[in-house]
């Protein structure tokens, strides 16, 4: 089997590639607490039939003995072959009325412009039908061995990390495909090789045991809200850098973002400047960003002539690939703890810390997928990061070290609008990216 033929096929395949992604699609999984759970398992048991009736024989569903099952499958790989892990998820974000969707988010819908809308049919459902179309391919025998591996968590919060680390054996790899990704362009091919890591913390300020009269008490005694303000304020300096002190940045040396096209993207209001220094994919995949996230304050609604007693905050770090996120989240414990004004009773609370990720790029697995990509695209890939994360990486490259991540995927960041209103994919990143899973699976097995 030659490019040609893969081409082929996986332009023959796409049809019921679609109509699988439809079923996927209709299944409303979110899996946040709070929300109804059979949709979730609903969905789990059709991915479940589409991966083996796709070829994977042995698929089943793994009980992770808390929140929802993982689908997965194996099939061995032929003496002196590598084996390949396939990831994706089945899980996704909500979809509500108010978001201010044009169409039904759990109904696949084919726009003028090409593209199919629905919740999850990029992130990651568009994933789960990559993988499975690639196996479709093979007619059920690649040439390595292959894992499958479909979650339903990644959104809601992974139970996974940890039966991975209860049974390495069944996640060992030479090279990982992450299907959850996407280029930055349709039709311009990239492979994402960094993602930024995650910290975060709460803030509270309290100095008075209970709300006073502004216009009796008020300046002398100090306002826990506006004592919280002067902290967060701290986080940046006049230009918008985060101003952290020993927090690692650097520039970024890939395929860099055009800041139109980043504005188009982020629906930046006219006017409005960007913040920060260097170039936007510096910015946004090398260096440090700090978000307030929210604020438990008075509302204006509910607000009355008082100085407020207490105030809190949880603001979240995003830390440069490479960089150590617990120590990332200590060194932003102590900023803010030290950035306290007048005396306030102060406390900054650690919450959790997800770690970056650099991928190697020289090994045969990234030279197999970059070939894949310029065969299946026409034209050569470049190297992105993201700021997104994937804290379920730290896990698979333990139970294997060294082994090499590929990611990418379906999800173009100028129009696919994960998490928000109108997500869509358009299915020619689909069949690109499974043209070059496939070619990356033969140019793994010489």
């Given at each position: 089997m030659?490019k040609?033929d893969l081409?082929?096929?996986a ?23 709070g929300?109804p ?15 083996q009736?796709a ?6 569903l ?6 929802y ?24 974000q ?9 169409s ?24 789960v ?15 390595v061995g292959?894992?499958?591996v479909?979650e ?7 139970h ?13 790899a ?6 959850d990704m ?10 994402t ?16 045991q209970?709300a006073?009269?502004s216009?009796?008490?008020g ?14 304020s ?8 985060t ?8 520039e ?21 400047g960007?913040?920060g ?11 440090p ?5 929210g604020?438990?304050?008075p ?6 002539n008082?100085l ?5 905050a949880?603001?979240?770090l995003?830390?440069p ?27 900054v609370?650690p ?9 190697p ?22 190297q ?5 994360s ?8 333990q ?14 960041m ?12 358009d ?11 496939a ?8």
């Amino acid at each position: 089997m030659d490019k040609t033929d893969l081409s082929l096929r996986a332009a023959a395949l796409m049809p019921q590639t679609l109509d699988e992604l439809s079923r996927l699609v209709a299944c409303p999984s979110v899996a946040f607490p709070g929300y109804p759970a059979v949709p979730v398992l609903d969905c789990a048991n059709e991915t479940l039939s589409i991966a083996q009736d796709a070829g994977f024989s042995n698929a089943r569903l793994l009980d992770l003995g808390v929140g929802y099952p993982t689908v997965y499958a194996d099939i061995p790989a032929p003496p002196g072959k590598p084996t390949v892990l396939m990831y994706a998820h089945y899980d996704i974000q909500p979809a509500p009325a108010e978001q201010g969707w044009e169409s039904d988010p759990f109904q696949l819908t084919r726009k003028e412009d090409g593209r199919w809308y629905g919740r999850g049919a990029a992130d990651n459902k568009s994933g789960v039908v990559i993988h499975t179309g690639v196996m479709r391919l093979f007619n059920g025998r690649p040439p390595v061995g292959v894992r499958l591996v479909i979650e339903g968590e990644e959104e809601a919060g992974s139970h996974l990390e940890g039966f991975i680390s209860q049974h390495p054996g069944l996640f060992q790899a030479d090279v990982m495909f992450i299907a959850d990704m996407g280029n930055i362009l349709p039709g311009e091919p990239v492979l994402t090789t960094a993602l930024r890591g995650h910290a975060l913390c709460m803030v509270e300020v309290r100095t008075l045991q209970t709300a006073l009269h502004s216009g009796v008490f008020g300046g002398v005694a100090p306002d826990a809200l506006v004592a919280l303000i002067h902290m967060l304020s701290k986080l940046h300096d006049e230009r918008g850098n985060t101003a952290i002190p020993g927090l690692g940045a650097s520039e970024w040396s890939g395929a860099g973002l055009p800041e139109e096209l980043y504005r188009q993207q982020s629906g930046m209001l006219p006017g409005v400047g960007t913040v920060g220094d260097g170039s936007v994919a510096t910015r946004l995949w090398s260096r440090p960003s700090a978000t307030v996230l929210g604020i438990d304050a008075p509302t204006v609604a509910g607000s009355a002539n008082v100085l407020i007693p207490s105030a809190r905050a949880r603001v979240a770090l995003r830390v440069p690939a490479g960089e150590d996120a617990a120590a990332a989240l200590q060194r932003l414990v102590e900023y803010l703890s030290s950035v306290a004004p007048w005396g306030v009773q102060a406390s900054v609370t650690p919450l959790r810390a997800s770690d970056s990720f650099l991928a190697p790029t020289s090994g045969p697995g990234c030279q197999a997928a970059l070939e894949a990509l310029e065969q299946a695209y026409g034209r050569p890939a470049s190297q992105v990061g993201s700021g997104g994360s994937i804290p379920l990486l730290q896990a698979l490259s333990q139970v294997s070290p060294g082994a090499e991540f590929i990611l990418w995927g379906a999800e173009d960041m100028a129009y696919a609008r994960i998490h928000g209103p109108d997500e869509s994919v358009d299915p020619m990143e689909i069949e690109r990216i499974m043209t070059a899973e496939a070619l990356s699976l033969l140019n793994l097995g010489k």
